[in-house]
Every structure is written in structure tokens, then in C-alpha cells.
């Protein structure tokens, strides 16, 4: 009889909060942030569009994208 081994409750998100967490935990030890945005219905037509056009594949790509169009910032800023 083979024995299967059980993940370790680590691997596995049991609700959006602990997936949330976890995602916010991994790109901050990366360098990064998870951004969060609330967007009317108008915004959220815009980004379709840009998916039908076939610039992005998804929402989340489209916005990577339309931040990566705006300007460096001043490093004076930074």
C-alpha cells in the first residue's frame, strides 16, 4: 500500500485574506508591493479595451502596461 504525503497547510490558501497575506508577504521580500486599486466601471471598459486590442492579455497586464508608459519619476523624488 503506497502512503501519500499531506502538503503543509503553507501551500494551500484557505480564504482570498490568507491567499492576500501571502501575496503581499512573497513581493515584499522580493522589493516589491501588491497595489490595490478601485476602479469604476469606466476605468474598468478601458482596460478591456486594451485587452481586446490585444496589448494585454488580462486586466492585471493592462495596468502593468499603461504604468509602464508613464514617465521615469525625478530621482529627486524617489
Same mark, same amino acid.
Do not use: F, W
Given at each position: 500500500?503506497?502512503? #501519500?504525503?499531506?502538503a503543509?497547510?503553507?501551500?494551500?490558501?484557505? #480564504?482570498?485574506?490568507?491567499? &492576500?497575506?501571502?501575496?503581499?508577504?512573497?513581493?515584499?521580500?522580493?522589493?516589491?508591493?501588491?497595489?490595490?486599486?478601485?476602479?469604476?466601471?469606466g476605468e474598468?471598459?478601458?482596460?478591456?479595451?486594451?485587452?481586446?486590442?490585444? &496589448?494585454?492579455?488580462?486586466?492585471?497586464?493592462?495596468?502593468?502596461?499603461?504604468?509602464?508608459?508613464?514617465?521615469?519619476p525625478d530621482?529627486d523624488?524617489?
Open positions: 500500500m503506497t502512503k #501519500t504525503k499531506t503543509p497547510a503553507t501551500n494551500y490558501d484557505y #480564504t482570498g485574506k490568507d491567499r &492576500v497575506e501571502r501575496q503581499r508577504k512573497a513581493l515584499a521580500d522580493a522589493g516589491g508591493a501588491r497595489v490595490e486599486a478601485h476602479l469604476d466601471a474598468l471598459a478601458r482596460l478591456d479595451a486594451l485587452i481586446e486590442a490585444g &496589448v494585454a492579455p488580462s486586466r492585471r497586464a493592462a495596468i502593468k502596461y499603461l504604468v509602464q508608459q508613464l514617465p521615469p530621482e523624488k524617489i
